[in-house]
């Protein structure tokens, strides 16, 4: 279910990137077409983009922000599995966490959504992008610090967002093992937890009692 409302994602924004994206495939018509036409822009691209061995530079950013901005999180993987395979998933990943640092909370919204889609599994049959022969960097994919880096961003913007919805949706997309933290989070992630115990949303403290109950 697509999450405009919510979000406030608005769907012209969404049409915006899907047209960019478009002239730099150079794929069809991409003359301004009304909101509703946007996911069938959005559907002209996707083939395209898994079949090419390689995308340009310049289109990294426009799949991005069309990935952000895809108001839809069961399609905004439509622009992010063609970027992970043509750019990495390392690279995917620091650009999401970009927005979530520094985006609007509708970009962070967004960027929350796209996570889980780069998270994708790879296969050399999947994309021709994956390498030659079959064949990949792994440098491409090495993400473990990006992900420690999300955890950190989500964790400040539960304790510093001024939308409760904000914070209710970065916090649940967290782990609740202390595992799952680097020890250098272990401190920030205390302090995120004791604020979710007294939190008024009961989803929150939800949350905060299932950390509790793997050890806190």
Request: hydrophobic content about 45%; some cysteine; aromatic content about 8%.
């Amino acid at each position: 279910m697509a999450e405009d409302e919510q979000s406030g994602i608005e769907p012209r924004s969404f049409l915006t990137c899907a047209i960019e994206v478009a002239r730099q495939l150079d794929v069809g018509d991409v003359a301004m077409k009304p909101n509703d036409q946007a996911r069938s822009l959005a559907h002209a691209v996707r083939k395209p983009l898994l079949e090419r061995a390689t995308l340009p530079e310049v289109l990294f950013a426009p799949l991005m922000a069309a990935a952000v901005y895809d108001p839809d999180p069961g399609f905004c993987r439509w622009f992010v599995e063609p970027a992970v395979y043509a750019f990495g998933r390392r690279r995917v990943m620091a650009a999401l966490v970009d927005y979530l640092r520094i985006g609007t909370d509708a970009e962070r919204a967004g960027a929350v959504r796209a996570w889980y889609s780069a998270h994708v599994p790879l296969r050399a049959d999947r994309s021709p992008a994956y390498g030659p022969g079959g064949v990949r960097d792994p440098a491409l994919d090495d993400s473990q610090d990006i992900k420690a880096a999300w955890l950190e961003a989500s964790m400040r913007v539960f304790a510093e967002a001024t939308d409760l919805q904000m914070r209710h949706r970065v916090l649940l997309g967290l782990p609740t093992s202390r595992a799952a933290y680097p020890l250098s989070l272990h401190e920030l992630r205390e302090s995120t937890l004791a604020s979710a115990r007294v939190h008024p949303d009961p989803h929150v403290r939800r949350w905060a009692a299932a950390a509790d109950h793997e050890g806190g």
